[in-house]
């Protein structure tokens, strides 16, 4: 059975896009996009407050709406997503068509390898492997 997520995701990859989005992400890319498109209300830095947008460290694997400081939707809060690369690439492409009613005003990336070096960056920011 595919799940309505599972299918959200599918059809959000467009012909074409999969290669790139399964290619290997370009690290800096996708930080300077970040700092072009995000910056301005979100941080992605361990223990750096919250702006408008709750704070991306982390965020790959983690719970949607689980940051216990910041004030989500309602709609987030009971989306049960939890934002795994494939979640984060469909979200990216058009928040609002996978969680209507988001209190994310921006209307999403158009070019898929922005969305892959984005979600890349984004997974580089988590504490480092214990050794």
Known sequence: MVSVLSLAVIVGVQ???VAALTAT???LHGQAD???NCLMCHTVNEGEPNKIGPNLYGVVGRKA???PNFHYSAVMRASNLTWTPDVL???LRDPKKLVPGTFMTFRGFMDPIDIRDIVGYLATRKPAPAS
Request: charged share 5%; net charge positive.
């Open 15 to 17: 012909a074409g896009s």
């Open 34 to 36: 970040f700092r072009h």
């Open 25 to 27: 992400p370009n690290i």
């Open 89 to 91: 690439s469909t979200y």
């Open 65 to 67: 709406a689980s940051l």
